[in-house]
């Protein structure tokens, strides 16, 4: 019996997706807050936070979420509370 090759043809990959989260009040200023969401080379999920001030500055972190799944990588997002995400914000600042 011929050993037939195997061919692996990689799922093009395309931009990340942004979501709009619910606003962060910092300071009496509502900041807008996005989750750019993209699947990696290899199918995981990775995931960034974008902060967007009254002035339109905006600041991001590195991709701080991962999960082998959408669901896994939303669960975590899901599981910091208003107060991890002002002090991320104002880490940036």
């Not at 606003?23 to 996005?34: A, E, G, H, K, S």
């Not at 989750?35 to 080379?41: E, H, K, P, Q, Y």
Request: with cysteine.
């Amino acid at each position: 019996m011929t050993a037939r090759p195997s061919r692996f043809t990689a799922s093009p990959t395309s931009g990340p997706i942004l979501h709009e989260l619910p606003p962060l009040r910092v300071f009496d200023q509502l900041i807008t807050l996005l989750l750019s969401v993209r699947r990696d080379d290899h199918g995981a999920w990775r995931a960034r936070l974008h902060f967007i001030d009254a002035e339109s500055r905006e600041r991001e972190t590195a991709e701080i979420f991962c999960g082998a799944s959408e669901p896994e990588l939303w669960q975590a997002v899901h599981g910091l509370h208003d107060h991890n995400l002002r002090a991320l914000y104002l880490s940036l600042a």
